[in-house]
């Protein structure tokens, strides 16, 4: 009304003074018209609802849990890599080891002739984002020539097993992520960024010396001819609460491996981008309790286990949540909020073994195969890059509550549909795991899991709207 007026007097600029009475008179009208008739029903006809709306909260859904075995996953893609053995009184021994290719940064490579070997150090600097256990007690590593070539198109898994070659080094020290590890370049000595030094067997020296020249003509040539390391840390011997796992940096160029000859000569050969690489894991000694749900899957436990590196997690089951959708009356459910809310075990965390940094909810591919995980709707709004920052999702911890709450209300709405159209009952319960990267954390978590009449310590937190169709 307002853009007309205006269009008016602009037109006619007698209206400016002789109608602007008449236009207020007009305005008030409509005020007055507007405020009428408050109870009116006009508009209920234009609703599918007709007005009538029942919404309800409930928290009374049976909510069980359990652990089982995380499927392995895929480790030659992860944005970092972790390097360490830990044995942890919660959940037992876990290792983490890696295998590396390294290359060549320029070509043509010449030791000259006659060459006298001083030396093979290889360095790993630490990427000191993640790291987990006791960083303080001593770790024993071996290290091993890589006896198969990488193939660039395979994907590898926490599960295999690099074929070894020859061993070449072994290791004991501590990770230290503040201290500056002491390199010789040529004649000049320089600190470099925290990491672990190792001296390698001369065999490394002497190989790479050695070599025919035609295997320093490209990238190609020198990964065939060395197919590259593997660093594996000692399982045996690990008291409980002793070691430590942390992240290492192979990806940038910063670590790499120096031959030294001639007493001040020296040849470098990096770990980058360019080198394809992956984690194996392990696990042994495992908690009893542990040990006891893993085989007897199914039952409700009031203290359930989450543990990264392919470790386990948890399966949550919520056996009638479907009767939302049963016996209704010309109705529909809209879901305003599902979220499912976890206790850390008093007394599981310590600073040598901290809580999670998220956790993520995740559902059961299909019916039938209770190992391999799929995604949520929910989690992959959190993730999208346009709308994760809209994403009520959640997953990290709540210090004020102690509480991690994760939403599934996307989700939950899309299982209700479906039973909803077809009967097809999708409701397959959850998992909750930690991530397996971005964070790349060798974490884990005590869950509780009590059920009280006046407590729980698990919660479904559910709320939702019946409307008539």
Not at 16 to 45: E, H, M, P, V, W
Not at 330 to 348: D, Q
Not at 459 to 466: G, N, P, Q, S, V
């Amino acid at each position: 009304m307002t853009q007309f007026w205006l269009l008016a007097i602009k037109r006619n600029p007698f209206l400016k003074s002789q109608g602007l009475i008449f236009y207020l008179l007009f305005t008030y009208t409509l005020f007055l018209a507007s405020c009428r008739n408050t109870d009116s029903d006009l508009g209920l006809n234009l609703r599918a609802d007709k007005g009538e709306i029942y919404a309800a909260e409930s928290d009374t859904f049976t909510v069980n849990a359990f652990t089982v075995r995380e499927d392995s996953l895929e480790t030659s893609s992860l944005s970092t890599s972790i390097l360490g053995a830990m044995n942890d009184p919660g959940f037992g021994i876990s290792s983490a080891a890696i295998a590396t290719q390294i290359t060549i940064t320029q070509k043509d490579i010449s030791f000259g002739p006659s060459p006298k070997m001083d030396s093979a150090i290889l360095y790993i600097a630490f990427d000191k984002k993640y790291s987990y256990g006791n960083l303080n007690s001593t770790q024993y590593m071996n290290l091993y020539y890589l006896n198969e070539a990488l193939d660039l198109t395979k994907k590898y898994y926490s599960n295999y097993p690099a074929k070894l070659g020859d061993e070449i080094g072994i290791w004991n020290g501590k990770f230290s992520l503040t201290d500056s590890v002491v390199l010789r370049e040529g004649k000049k000595i320089v600190k470099k960024a925290p990491g672990i030094k190792i001296k390698l067997s001369k065999k490394v020296a002497t190989d790479l010396a050695n070599a025919d020249p035609s295997v320093y003509s490209s990238i190609e040539s020198f990964k065939a001819f060395l197919k590259g390391i593997v660093l594996i840390p000692q399982k045996g011997g690990i008291s409980p609460g002793q070691g430590g796992i942390t992240s290492v940096d192979i990806r940038s160029g910063n670590s790499k491996l120096i031959i030294h000859y001639n007493d001040t000569s020296q040849q470098t050969f990096a770990l980058n981008d360019n080198c394809m690489h992956f984690n194996s894991y392990s696990k042994k000694d495992l908690n009893p309790e542990l040990i006891g749900q893993l085989a007897n899957p199914g039952n409700h436990q009031n203290t359930t286990y989450v543990q990264a590196m392919a470790g386990c997690k948890t399966k949550i089951e919520i056996p009638h949540l479907l009767n939302l959708a049963k016996n209704l009356n010309k109705e529909r459910i809209i879901i305003n909020e599902a979220a499912l809310v976890f206790t850390p075990k008093n007394g599981s965390i310590t600073a040598e073994y901290p809580l999670p940094l998220r956790l993520n909810l995740l559902q059961p591919k299909n019916a039938t195969n209770d190992q391999y995980s799929d995604l949520i709707q929910d989690f992959l709004d959190y993730i999208n890059p346009q709308i994760g920052v809209r994403s009520g999702y959640g997953g990290t911890y709540n210090t004020l509550t102690g509480e991690y709450t994760i939403r599934f209300t996307r989700h939950l709405q899309s299982v209700i549909n479906k039973y909803f159209e077809t009967g097809e009952n999708l409701n397959r319960g959850f998992y909750v795991t930690i991530p397996s990267d971005s964070p790349m954390t060798p974490s884990r978590l005590i869950l509780n899991n009590t059920r009280l009449p006046n407590y729980k310590a698990l919660k479904l937190r559910l709320t939702y709207t019946k409307v008539k169709n």
